[in-house]
């Protein structure tokens, strides 16, 4: 070789292997390949709480595609089966049985809402199959026993963020608490009571509501009798949306918090302009600047063509720790050693958490944050802290 081009050609090598060197080591993995390894899913596609079932496939999707492109679980492709639960805790307890049946299923993600997760927690805990409840906030949801777990930020811990907003920030003193009539709703309604009076507000009313629900007028009449500072909504972002179309008819002008479930654009697009003003907290803000937010987003943005919202980010995190267990486990993991994994992971790069690992004796993920919102001018926009007690009034 003459003497140039053997050095254009050292040269060619060098800056070749400084790029391979600074190359993150997921982008130079192969993509996944063989036979999947599975998790099962158990949660609503049709009925009243669909919309969340197709917010998780977004989410899910996202983190497979991204999972997958790196390698997947020690070279094979991560794949889930979901199945429709409508958040029902009878056909929950059915898929339960179906999933633990299935062997190929090393962990299970869900239920939607903690009531169906946790009547399906026996079956699962019994036969030794994870149950991953990402969006399960009851006190009482892990436990059920070692095999249940959950990356949802425990109603013990969220609802004294939402009394700490209400009252600390927006100043209620006399509350009105609408709770949906579940054993969610009424556990985050106890807590928040116990909250709210622990920072000095009173409560005025607490009124419950069933899930079918559709017409609130007589319990805001009752609401309103009670003469409240502010009203605080436990309930879910189509429910909570009619709530507040109702609440001006009659004649109620006091502002309104709600707790983080109501975080999501279709409660904008079902509220319109009658939730304008509402008050939230939640985990996850697209406009975070984190970077594992902003990563997140702009590849949410790329695949969809839209703006992520808390539970896209709740699934697609679900994933990214389900997968981090897996390969904790080991390429011939069974469904034993991937609940021994959860023990072992840490630092899990968390959308919502940032670096993530979970309590051994709670069984939930460390750290709790929230950042408080308010719906202006038809969007989700950070609250201005200062500015937020003038607002309100």
């Known amino acids: 070789m003459p003497l140039l081009s053997r050095h254009r050609f050292l040269r060619h090598v060098a800056v070749l292997s400084a790029a391979l060197l600074a190359a993150p080591l997921a982008a130079l993995a192969a993509p996944a390949t063989g036979d999947p390894v599975w998790f099962g899913v158990s949660g609503p596609l049709t009925g009243q709480n669909a919309q969340y079932g197709a917010q998780w496939k977004a989410g899910f999707d996202l983190a497979l595609e991204h999972i997958n492109a790196q390698g997947g679980i020690h070279g094979r492709p991560l794949a889930y089966n979901f199945e429709d639960s409508q958040s029902d805790p009878r056909q929950s307890v059915a898929i339960a049985q179906k999933l633990v049946n299935d062997k190929r299923v090393l962990i299970e993600l869900g239920d939607f809402s903690s009531p169906a997760s946790m009547a ?197 995190d679900a994933v990214v720790y389900a997968a981090a267990a897996l390969r904790q486990a080991g390429a011939n993991a069974d469904r034993k050693a991937v609940r021994d994994a959860f023990h072992k992971i840490k630092d899990v790069p968390s959308v919502i958490f940032g670096k993530a690992g979970f309590d051994a004796q709670t069984r939930r993920i460390i750290g709790v944050k929230s950042v408080n919102l308010v719906v202006k001018d038809g969007k989700w926009a950070q609250l201005d802290e200062k500015a937020a007690l003038a607002a309100a009034r």
């Open 120 to 316: 399906a927690s026996p079956i699962y805990q019994r036969a030794g199959l994870v149950q991953l409840g990402f969006t399960n906030s009851h006190p009482d949801f892990t436990k059920g026993g070692d095999y249940i777990w959950s990356p949802s930020i425990s109603q013990a811990d969220a609802q004294p963020l939402l009394a700490e907003l209400a009252v600390k920030t927006l100043g209620f003193k006399r509350i009105a608490v609408l709770y949906l009539n579940t054993d969610w709703g009424r556990t985050s309604k106890d807590v928040l009571v116990k909250a709210a009076q622990e920072r000095g507000a009173q409560v005025a009313i607490a009124e419950g509501y069933q899930p079918d629900e559709k017409d609130f007028r007589s319990t805001l009449v009752r609401v309103r009798d009670a003469n409240p500072d502010g009203l605080v909504l436990i309930s879910y972002y189509p429910d909570g949306a009619l709530i507040a179309g109702q609440v001006r008819s009659v004649g109620l002008r006091q502002p309104i918090a709600a707790v983080g479930s109501v975080y999501s654009p279709k409660f904008i697009e079902l509220g319109g302009a009658a939730v304008n003003g509402i008050f939230t907290n939640t985990a996850f803000y697209p406009e975070e600047p984190r970077a594992e937010v902003q990563d997140f987003v702009k590849s949410f943005r790329a695949k969809y063509g839209k703006e992520p919202d808390a539970f896209n980010a709740y699934a697609y």
